[in-house]
């Protein structure tokens, strides 16, 4: 059973930074693509981030330049580092492992005031 669980939310100002973790256990963890998907309540949940068992990047083309996705397979985290943060950032950050299903973590909150 995969389990996934994220830190570091909170509130922040504007043009601040965060960083969230996840930490993975129960399933290979190195060998999956993992993710950062964020909502907002009332829209539909939409990636961030992803990085491959490589660490190949890719990124919400809105995101890139200000937001930074890493693995550490020795560890099983993944870290998603967001820096210049806009009001528009606020939202519930998932983690989520891409296997041949779908596993969610809770959710952390970000809120960045203005």
């Known amino acids: 059973q995969v389990q996934l669980v994220e830190s570091g939310g909170g509130l922040v100002q504007a043009g601040g930074s965060l960083r969230l973790s996840c930490a993975a256990s129960?399933?290979?963890?190195?060998?999956?693509?993992m993710g950062w998907y964020r909502q907002v309540p009332g829209k539909q949940r939409e990636m961030v981030a992803r990085?491959?068992?490589?660490?190949?990047?890719y990124y919400a083309d809105s995101l890139k330049g200000r937001f930074t996705i890493s693995r550490d397979n020795s560890k099983n985290m993944v870290y998603l580092q967001m820096n210049s943060l806009k009001p528009e950032d606020t939202a519930v950050y998932y983690c989520?492992?891409?296997?041949?299903?779908?596993?969610w973590g809770q959710g952390t909150q970000v809120t960045v005031s203005s």
């Open positions: 989520a492992m891409l296997s041949r299903q779908t596993y």
């Open positions: 129960g399933r290979s963890f190195s060998t999956n693509i």
């Open positions: 990085i491959t068992s490589g660490s190949s990047t």
